[in-house]
């Protein structure tokens, strides 16, 4: 168990709908990374944020947007949805925002969009 | 902007010793390389991270040549357990910070 937690574990969905997505990192984390792993595809960076603020952008959709909350969680916003959009979203914490911090990954959540 | 190259696909046996290279061209003096594992439908997790020359852990070791132009993780008498894909990532620590990930490489070991 790395200390991250992610809700919900699943999601069904259509095209065309809204979803959000939830991260709360480990203890002490201020930085939060998510990411999008398509089947049996790599991990697809696609935000950080460290305390509060955007640290770096990757491959987000405009379509995709994300927050980090003043109590460090983290949530990821889907809209509207297309069916391309069926992957497995991680999220990561660490304690610091530079390249040597070691990344902690949570669960993930399964999104499925019919 | 640096890219990072792995082999898709390795196979090995158990007992032996792994060595999987990242190529990654374009790092920048600062720049960071980590590898890690990850099981089907699990979130990856952290092996071992280096800036240069070689970093050995309990479970691991990284080779870094003077270059800086490649990266190779060695696993030592590998098991069944160890089948996993394995990414490199390289963190860019310049004004445009980043974080590059490598493809991957699944890693097969036979009994």
């Known amino acids: 168990d790395s200390g991250v937690t992610q809700t919900p574990k699943h999601l069904i969905t259509a095209t065309g709908q809204r979803v959000t997505l939830r991260c709360s990192p480990r203890s002490g984390d201020l930085s939060v990374y998510w990411y999008q792993q398509s089947l049996d595809q790599g991990l697809q960076f696609l935000i950080q944020y460290y305390n509060g603020e955007e640290r770096a952008k990757g491959n987000i959709l405009e379509r995709f947007s994300a927050q980090q909350f003043p109590d460090l969680h983290s949530e990821l916003n889907l809209s509207p949805l297309e069916l391309g959009d069926s992957a497995l979203y991680f999220c990561?914490?660490?304690?610091?925002?530079?390249?040597?911090?070691?990344?902690?990954f949570g669960p993930g959540t399964r999104l499925l969009v019919l | 902007l640096a890219k990072t190259t792995q082999p898709i696909s390795m196979d090995s046996y158990e007992g032996q010793e792994v060595n999987i290279t990242c190529s990654h061209n374009n790092i920048a003096t600062n720049d960071y390389i980590t590898w890690y594992q990850q099981f089907p439908s699990q979130g990856p997790r952290f092996i071992i991270q280096g800036y240069k020359t070689k970093v050995t852990n309990e479970v691991a070791s990284l080779f870094i040549p003077a270059d800086r132009k490649s990266s190779t993780l060695s696993l030592p008498r590998v098991s069944l357990s160890d089948t996993a894909v394995y990414y490199c990532?390289?963190?860019?620590?310049?004004?445009?910070?980043?974080?590059?990930w490598g493809a991957g490489t699944k890693l097969i070991i036979k009994p």
């Open positions: 990561a914490s660490s304690v610091g925002s530079g390249g040597q911090e070691t990344q902690y």
């Open positions: 990532l390289v963190s860019e620590q310049n004004s445009n910070y980043q974080l590059i």
